[in-house]
T-cell receptor
Framework: QKEVEQNSGPLSVPEGAIASLNCTYSDRGSQSFFWYRQYSGKSPELIMSIYSNGDKEDGRFTAQLNKASQYVSLLIRDSQPSDSATYLCAVRLRGNNRLAFGKGNQVVVIP | EPEVTQTPSHQVTQMGQEVILRCVPISNHLYFYWYRQILGQKVEFLVSFYNNEISEKSEIFDDQFSVERPDGSNFTLKIRSTKLEDSAMYFC????????????FGEGSRLTVL
């Protein structure tokens, strides 16, 4: 079982719509969860972190965590063309210093 | 805003040559990392470094790889004898000690092995 899974393919959303991204992780003891945005050819940029069950909002971004289901999600409201990027889910595994990354979900916002 | 800086941004080398990638982590950070991303693939962990020693490494980080903090600011990744499959983007990252430890990444060094 992969440590962090992001399974859905490229997501196309019209400008102004909500983009919804999902991520599952294998280690039930994981405590820290992150969403990074990566533009093509660039480095990952931290956009959200979440550590406890529930929702966390920051501007147009909302992260949701459900530890019982081992599930993290990211909502992007009022999507803008500048949101077109690959979004990486990352999890700090129990007892580790490193972050494990999912393969990412590409989002394309159509003007 | 403090940032992680990496040099070179792009290096082209011949197979079998040694390569050193350099990083200057954020100044008050104590954990340092190297990750790599082969084109079209996911970001993969190589090694983490704390208190002047390796704290964790992946199976990718074999004897051809080494890391060093030669002074108070630089953090380097050396690949002793490069292979074609080492071609990738290499990212340095750093984080504060304690807490959830958000990682902040540098802009990356693209390595092309011919």
């Amino acid at each position: 079982q992969k440590e962090v899974e992001q399974n859905s393919g490229p997501l196309s959303v019209p400008e102004g719509a909500i983009a919804s991204l999902n991520c599952t992780y294998s280690d039930r003891g994981s405590q820290s969860f992150f969403w990074y945005r990566q533009y093509s050819g660039k480095s990952p940029e931290l956009i959200m972190s979440i550590y406890s069950n529930g929702d966390k909002e920051d501007g147009r971004f909302t992260a949701q965590l459900n530890k019982a289901s081992q599930y993290v999600s990211l909502l992007i409201r009022d999507s803008q063309p500048s949101d077109s990027a690959t979004y990486l889910c990352a999890v700090r595994l129990r007892g580790n210093n490193r972050l494990a990354f999912g393969k990412g979900n590409q989002v394309v916002v159509i003007p | 805003e403090p940032e992680v800086t990496q040099t070179p941004s792009h290096q082209v080398t011949q197979m079998g040559q040694e390569v050193i990638l350099r990083c200057v982590p954020i100044s008050n950070h104590l954990y340092f990392y190297w990750y790599r991303q082969i084109l079209g693939q996911k970001v993969e962990f190589l090694v983490s470094f704390y208190n002047n020693e390796i704290s964790e490494k992946s199976e990718i980080f074999d004897d051809q790889f080494s890391v060093e903090r030669p002074d108070g600011s630089n953090f380097t990744l050396k690949i002793r004898s490069t292979k074609l499959e080492d071609s990738a983007m290499y990212f340095c990252a750093s984080s504060e000690a304690g807490g959830p430890r958000e990682l902040f990444f540098g802009e990356g060094s693209r390595l092309t092995v011919l």
